[in-house]
T-cell receptor
Framework: SQTIHQWPATLVQPVGSPLSLECTVE??????LYWYRQAAGRGLQLLFY??????ISSEVPQNLSASRPQDRQFILSSKKLLLSDSGFYLC????????????FGNGTRLTVT | GENVEQHPSTLSVQEGDSAVIKCTYS??????FPWYKQELGKRPQLIID?????GEKKDQRIAVTLNKTAKHFSLHITETQPEDSAVYFC???????????FGDGTTLTVKP
């Protein structure tokens, strides 16, 4: 069966520090991969998605970036965090081609101080 | 691009009553409509989905209806229980677009 791992679960970082969140998927090949952010009490904001290795689509211009160095690995990064980067970050995967739900990781709660 | 509107943003019902959440979408090319439930502090999880070639789908106390002509779909929860309290998100997907468009969510509170 497929599983998705996302870490860390919680993170407290000072403003201006770098960020690296990692997500890996097991049990499937060539998945679509996604990074979402959720502010407290708000909806799901799509940040990046990838349909293949090295293919990254950005939905919202900001100081974040994403990379997909391997088929089942998706990394969210920032060189300098802002206070507004605080939130609940969710990685997700789906089968390519549509008609497939998203499977979310457990999320990372990031607090920028 | 696709736009999904979800109503109401908050919904409070008495235990045992029914709850209905409605979503409308803008792009007639959308053909897959999942619903997710997110409990406080947890990840969203799929509870039911429907494809555009089906008008209704039911799974125990949960049902989803789709009106392609009007471009709206609804989640129906019958005999609500306190554990149904959560945020519910609808979404719409266009084939091979690589992504889903989410509604803003509905916070459902079931009072015992």
């Amino acid at each position: 069966s497929q599983t998705i791992h996302q870490w860390p679960a919680t993170l407290v970082q000072p403003v201006g520090s770098p960020l690296s969140l990692e997500c890996t998927v097991e049990g499937t090949s060539n998945p679509n991969l996604y990074w979402y952010r959720q502010a407290a009490g708000r909806g799901l904001q799509l940040l990046f998605y990838s349909v293949g290795i090295g293919q990254i689509s950005s939905e919202v211009p900001q100081n974040l970036s994403a990379s997909r160095p391997q088929d089942r690995q998706f990394i969210l990064s920032s060189k300098k965090l802002l206070l507004s980067d605080s939130g609940f970050y969710l990685c997700a995967w789906s089968v390519t081609g549509g008609h497939s739900p998203l499977h979310f990781g457990n999320g990372t709660r990031l607090t920028v101080t | 691009g696709e736009n999904v509107e979800q109503h109401p943003s908050t919904l409070s019902v008495q235990e045992g009553d029914s709850a209905v959440i409605k979503c409308t979408y803008s792009d007639s090319a959308s053909n897959y409509f999942p619903w997710y439930k997110q409990e406080l502090g947890k990840r969203p999880q799929l509870i039911i989905d429907i494809r555009s070639n089906v008008g209704e789908k039911k799974d125990q106390r949960i049902a989803v209806t789709l009106n392609k002509t009007a471009k709206h779909f609804s989640l129906h929860i019958t005999e609500t229980q306190p554990e149904d309290s959560a945020v519910y998100f609808c979404a719409a997907s266009i084939p091979n677009a690589g992504k889903s468009t989410f509604g803003d969510g509905t916070t459902l509170t079931v009072k015992p």
